[in-house]
């Protein structure tokens, strides 16, 4: 085989494997590669070493970064998601905690408040505005302390929620007539509530007698 045509060949060689290269050119070289196992085998490796494993490695790069794109893009939304669900979380709570954890002592006003006793218990009514809560202490013998609060969010936006309904007086039932003699209002000392043994005198000294036994039931 000529070695000028080789070497000729092999500079086209290149150009061939890159489909860079016009018709006649082609067939010249397909003609020269059909003959010369020499120049067939350098453009077979040339085909598999140069060619090939370039457009995959390309490949598999831009893959490979597309796919490191997206996660990062998903691990960013996850995160941005999370942040905002937590956020959103926490002001809620703080909000409905600042409204909801002061108490506020509900003063006793005869006009809001009444003691009946219905169907053998005793019970204390209250007609005024707003959700309520009731502290109690009871004494386990006869006579029972309580007092009634509110806290911001039953004194403001309940009212606005239920603007317009009938609301039923507040009732708070106590127990058996048979038990309870005297019923005292007043915010006694915090912390005491049911574990009021022996104190029944200091916190009858800080309430106010709502109510006794005696008087419908001589
Ligand atoms: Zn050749």
């Known amino acids: 085989m000529n070695k000028i045509n080789c070497n000729v060949i092999g500079d086209l060689l290149p150009l061939y494997v890159d489909g860079a290269v016009s018709e006649d050119t082609k067939k010249l070289v397909?003609?020269?590669?059909?003959?010369?196992?020499?120049?067939?085998?350098?453009?077979?490796?040339?085909?598999?070493?140069?060619?090939?494993?370039v457009h995959e490695?390309?490949?598999?790069?831009?893959?490979?970064?597309?796919?490191?794109?997206?996660?990062?893009?998903?691990?960013r939304?996850?995160?941005?998601?999370v942040i905002s669900v937590v956020g959103t979380a926490v002001v809620i709570l703080g909000s409905y905690m600042a409204l909801t954890f002061p108490q506020w002592i509900i003063p006793y006003e005869s006009e809001d408040f009444s003691v009946a006793v219905e169907d053998g218990l005793v019970c204390v009514y209250y007609t005024g505005e707003g959700g309520i809560n009731c502290s109690?202490?009871?004494?386990?013998?006869d006579e029972f302390f309580l007092y009634f609060t509110r806290n911001p969010?039953?004194?403001y936006v309940e009212p606005l929620l239920e603007r317009g309904e009938q609301k039923e007086p507040y009732r708070y039932q106590i127990d058996?007539?048979?038990?309870?003699?005297?019923?005292y209002y007043g915010e006694f000392?915090?912390?005491?509530?049911?574990?009021?043994?022996g104190k029944e005198a200091e916190m009858a000294a800080q309430t106010?007698?709502?109510?006794?036994?005696?008087e419908v039931m001589p």
């Open 77 to 81: 939304k996850i995160r941005t998601a």
């Open 153 to 155: 969010w039953s004194a």
């Open 136 to 141: 109690y202490g009871y004494d386990g013998e």
């Open 208 to 214: 106010e007698l709502i109510w006794t036994r005696d």
């Open 189 to 197: 000392s915090k912390g005491i509530d049911v574990l009021l043994y």
């Open 176 to 183: 058996s007539v048979e038990r309870i003699s005297k019923v």
């Open 57 to 75: 490695t390309v490949a598999a790069a831009e893959s490979s970064f597309l796919q490191k794109m997206k996660k990062t893009w998903a691990k």
């Open 30 to 53: 397909e003609e020269h590669l059909a003959e010369c196992a020499e120049c067939k085998k350098a453009a077979e490796d040339m085909e598999k070493e140069l060619v090939l494993p």
